[in-house]
């Protein structure tokens, strides 16, 4: 667990460095009349993501977290099954994608990572899978006019656009 961290950490910092400046191709700045360049919001999440990763390798190098104190090298059977876990929920997520859309699918996510995976009540569950997708299409759909994919349920969000346009 301990080298696995500090792998992460490295890998995943390089990784916002790459992003960071391929996004800086595109403006990153304010455009006066326009608002924010297209690179804004990659450059800074991925500033964000960086910032993280340091934070992850200072604490390794202090030994703060349980894993940076681990007699495992690398990982154990629990750590490579909750590896296995996630990076299986995020793949059917993405592939939900395109039938469902980002609306449905991380909702669903959402169900099986709260409930399932973190053992939360149903109550919290439920309240985090029908506010996060209201708030993700205020933001996207309405507020930066950015489309997120809708599967079959594109039909269903004619409505709500005839409202707000």
């Known amino acids: 667990m301990r080298m696995a961290e500090l792998v992460m950490g490295v890998v995943m910092g390089i990784f916002s460095l790459y992003l960071m400046w391929k996004s800086a191709e595109l403006p990153i700045g304010w455009i006066p009349g326009e608002g924010p360049g297209g690179g804004a919001w990659p450059f800074w999440l991925a ?16 030994r ?21 876990l996630n990076a299986g929920a995020l793949a059917a997520m993405i592939g939900l994608f395109h039938i469902v859309g980002a609306y449905g699918a991380i909702p669903l996510f959402l169900i099986f990572y709260l409930r399932y995976m973190g053992r939360h009540s149903w109550r919290l569950t439920g309240t985090f899978a029908a506010v996060t997708p209201v708030l993700m299409f205020l933001f996207f759909e309405i507020a930066l006019q950015k489309t997120l ?13 005839a409202f707000f346009y």
């Open 47 to 62: 500033l964000g993501m960086l910032l993280c990763c340091i934070t992850i390798v200072i604490r390794w190098a202090k």
């Open 64 to 84: 703060l977290t349980p894993q940076s104190r681990s007699k495992e090298v690398y990982m154990d059977a629990r750590a490579f099954r909750l590896f296995l």
């Open 149 to 161: 994919p809708k599967g079959f349920t594109d039909p269903w969000f004619e409505p709500i656009f």
